[in-house]
């Protein structure tokens, strides 16, 4: 979690969830946005009027203010307040641990969007370069994923005990495509949110592709991706990204 997180915990632990909240839970670039529209649909239907309106509006994000500095404008985005009335579709990146406990107590749901932690590298790289200005190399990034590796490894293996506890965690999927919809793809977020440097450069969403980290990752890397997998999964059942190669 970013540093600003501090300074937003005990709000968000206060925060009251509802027994009829869906939680979409992810590690960043996981698909979540995807995941987000599908559920969103399935709650509300393709034939609900509000189906036009952009998704943060429709599934507004939890942390949401302890992400972004002072340099993204998001006054061109609408509201998408989270103590709206009606089944609420919520999306989130912190861990199992940090989610408010009222999140438990009042026995939401929650689905959670895991995906292939190389290609989720690759797509974190990219993200990093458009939102966060970073300009350091490919290389570099790796390794830094890979030393930061608490909240990375765990955020799957957690939900997925939660899961397997029947804690809540009613659905756990996978990285699939559902692919090129502006609305669904954050471009309008886009706008606002990428760094300025690269403005009108780049879109949010960069490709979608699985198995993408075969054109990025060398063979060193890749045992070293093979080696904290293991690593990350060793007590656990978590059944996804055993088998690499």
């Given at each position: 979690?970013?540093a600003?997180?501090?300074?937003?915990?005990?709000?968000?632990?206060r925060?009251?969830s509802?027994?009829?909240?869906?939680w979409?839970?992810?590690?960043p670039?996981?698909?979540?946005?995807?995941?987000q529209?599908?559920?969103w649909?399935?709650?509300?239907?393709?034939?609900?009027p509000r189906?036009?309106?952009?998704?943060?509006?429709?599934?507004?994000?939890?942390?949401?203010d302890?992400?972004?500095?002072?340099?993204?404008?998001m006054?061109?985005?609408?509201?998408?307040?989270?103590?709206k009335?009606?089944?609420?579709?919520?999306?989130?990146h912190?861990?199992?641990a940090?989610?408010?406990?009222?999140?438990h107590?009042?026995n939401?749901?929650?689905?959670?969007m895991?995906?292939?932690?190389?290609?989720?590298?690759?797509?974190?790289?990219?993200?990093?370069?458009?939102?966060?200005?970073?300009?350091?190399?490919?290389?570099t990034?790796?390794k830094i994923?890979?030393?930061?590796?608490?909240l990375?490894?765990?955020?799957?293996?957690?939900?997925?005990?939660?899961?397997?506890?029947?804690?809540?965690?009613?659905?756990?999927?996978?990285f699939?495509?559902m692919?090129t919809?502006?609305?669904?793809n954050?471009e309008?977020?886009?706008?606002?949110?990428?760094?300025?440097?690269?403005?009108?450069?780049?879109?949010?969403?960069?490709?979608g592709?699985v198995?993408?980290?075969?054109?990025?990752?060398?063979?060193?890397?890749?045992?070293q991706?093979k080696?904290?997998?293991e690593?990350a999964?060793?007590?656990?059942?978590?059944?996804?990204?055993?088998n690499y190669?």
């Amino acid at each position: 979690m970013p540093a600003t997180y501090k300074k937003y915990h005990d709000q968000y632990q206060r925060f009251q969830s509802r027994p009829t909240d869906v939680w979409i839970a992810s590690y960043p670039k996981a698909g979540t946005t995807w995941t987000q529209e599908m559920v969103w649909c399935l709650l509300f239907t393709l034939q609900s009027p509000r189906l036009t309106e952009l998704l943060p509006a429709r599934s507004p994000f939890f942390e949401w203010d302890s992400l972004f500095p002072d340099w993204h404008s998001m006054e061109h985005l609408p509201d998408g307040d989270v103590n709206k009335k009606g089944p609420r579709n919520i999306k989130t990146h912190v861990h199992w641990a940090l989610l408010p406990p009222s999140v438990h107590a009042s026995n939401a749901k929650i689905v959670y969007m895991c995906r292939d932690p190389r290609d989720l590298c690759v797509s974190y790289y990219y993200h990093h370069i458009k939102l966060e200005g970073y300009t350091g190399d490919f290389n570099t990034f790796v390794k830094i994923f890979l030393a930061d590796a608490r909240l990375a490894r765990d955020s799957a293996p957690t939900y997925w005990s939660g899961h397997k506890s029947n804690l809540q965690c009613d659905c756990f999927i996978s990285f699939s495509s559902m692919s090129t919809n502006p609305a669904t793809n954050n471009e309008v977020l886009a706008a606002g949110a990428i760094n300025p440097t690269m403005a009108g450069q780049v879109k949010f969403m960069r490709q979608g592709k699985v198995d993408d980290h075969a054109s990025h990752l060398s063979a060193q890397q890749l045992q070293q991706f093979k080696k904290w997998t293991e690593e990350a999964l060793k007590d656990s059942d978590f059944p996804y990204y055993r088998n690499y190669e």
